[in-house]
């Protein structure tokens, strides 16, 4: 299946409209409590008609005309009609690391979700100014942990715990988890560092709080080799019970999830060795534990974009994420037999509300000197959240980290 063919723009025209959702909201579950409601405009009449052709060509313009001033940042899972307009794709690491490195951008355009953007507003300067082209692109996990559930979470686990507790957040999170983070000692982690990071939390505390991703948890465990009977899930719906559980964790997990990697299933992998003897199975870490263990390997977009190039001609690869970046592989690779676990098509259907005519309309309207749809983190959010953020990317670039990524090439 073509990947422009998912939604349509009329249908993501209706889906965002300005109550639906809010900083970090996908939709898909309640928006968080805490978030002032960020507003996408309707999209002006004329880009609802403009062709494929017309977009790119005036994206193209945009571009040409803004030169070194502009970069346009795009995370795997955009869709092609994104991704061909990119500076630079990479992972959620990747990303940051750009956003930071990359001064002499005036404009830093986001091709992503809305977490990413912040994070690239917190570490890119001042000066800088970074935009989502569609504000309703946000990340349904990232809302499964709100600041006040958080906050009372934090409260009853010192209280039972004692205080010698990290907290870890997955970089698909709010920037205000990321500053809570970084107010109390903790760090972010991306899905190709978790593994360093978490190491890096045991080197200053006995127990992690870790959210929102409670599979990336688990499998990390595993990835440092701390015991299953070590993790405990909190549940906020669940306070009572998660307290129980408390005295014997190392690790307490949040009960969050990707729905789009909790599709994935054993059967799935187990039905792709039957049809495909020898074939490897590469998944993403959000996925389930089981899934993950089942695997043949698990990382990150960009770990999984390189396992690809360096499987080499002839081989088979069964691919366990979205399904825009696995069909992207599978064109660019033609001579490998690549495909996705999941036979029923699983797009983020967050990211792919990036569309090109939201693409070309910001971009148009920064040649006609006006910003529109910009993220800027309040200053104090951003001033702990960037605490938060550097040392993970001062943890990443440590040695060991780099070595423990790759370990997973098995
Ligand atoms: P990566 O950091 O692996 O790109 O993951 C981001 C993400 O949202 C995966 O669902
Ligand atoms: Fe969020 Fe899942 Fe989409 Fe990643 S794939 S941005 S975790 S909803």
Redo the contacts with the bound molecule.
């Keep these: 299946m073509a990947s422009g063919s998912f939604v349509s723009l009329d249908e993501l025209q209706r889906t965002s409209r300005p109550s639906t959702y809010g900083p970090g909201a996908?939709g898909d579950v309640r928006p968080p409590r805490s978030a002032a409601m960020a507003r996408q405009q309707p999209l002006p009449e004329e880009y609802r008609h403009l062709s494929p052709e017309e977009l790119d060509r005036r994206i193209g313009e945009a571009r040409a005309a803004l030169g070194q001033r502009l970069v346009v940042l795009g995370h795997h899972?955009q869709r092609d009609e994104i991704v061909k307009h990119a500076d630079f794709l990479g992972d959620s690491l990747k990303l940051s690391q750009l956003a930071a490195g990359r001064r002499e951008a005036q404009y830093i355009v986001f091709c992503g979700?809305h977490f990413m953007a912040e994070s690239a507003d917190i570490l890119s300067s001042e000066d800088q100014i970074v935009m989502l082209p569609n504000l309703t692109a946000g990340?349904?996990?990232?809302d499964m942990a709100s600041l006040p559930d958080v906050l009372a979470a934090w409260d009853q686990i010192t209280a039972r715990c004692g205080v010698d507790v990290i907290p870890v957040t997955y970089m698909?999170s709010a920037a205000a988890l990321k500053a809570f983070c970084g107010e109390h000692g903790g760090i972010v982690c991306t899905s190709s560092n978790a593994a360093g990071i978490l190491g890096w939390a045991y080197e200053h505390g006995r127990r992690v709080l870790f959210f929102p991703d409670e599979h990336l948890g688990r499998n990390t465990a595993d990835r440092i080799g701390l015991d299953q009977a070590e993790v405990t899930v909190w549940d906020p719906r669940r306070l009572a019970e998660s307290r129980e559980a408390l005295d014997a964790a190392r690790l307490i997990v949040w009960k969050g999830f990707?729905?789009?990697?909790e599709r994935f299933t054993v059967a799935q992998i187990a039905g792709a060795r039957a049809d495909y003897p020898g074939a490897v199975v590469i998944v993403h870490p959000?996925c389930r534990r089981e899934v993950v263990q089942a695997a043949d390997a698990s990382g990150s977009t960009e770990f999984i974009v390189e396992a690809v190039e360096a499987a080499g001609p002839g081989s088979v690869l069964a691919i366990g994420t979205?399904i825009n970046l696995v069909n992207r592989l599978a064109a660019a690779y033609p001579d490998r037999t690549i495909f996705c676990l999941d036979p029923i098509v699983c797009p983020?259907s967050?990211?792919y509300r990036i569309h090109p005519a939201y693409l070309a309309w910001v971009l148009d309207n920064l040649m006609d000197g006006r910003v529109v749809n910009r993220i800027a983190v309040d200053s104090r959010t951003a001033g702990f959240a960037r605490i938060a953020l550097q040392r993970m990317l001062d943890v990443s670039a440590a040695p060991g980290t780099a070595r423990e990524r790759m370990a997973a090439v098995a």
């Design positions: 996908s899972y979700v990340c349904s996990m990232a698909n990707c729905s789009v990697h959000e979205e983020c967050t990211m």
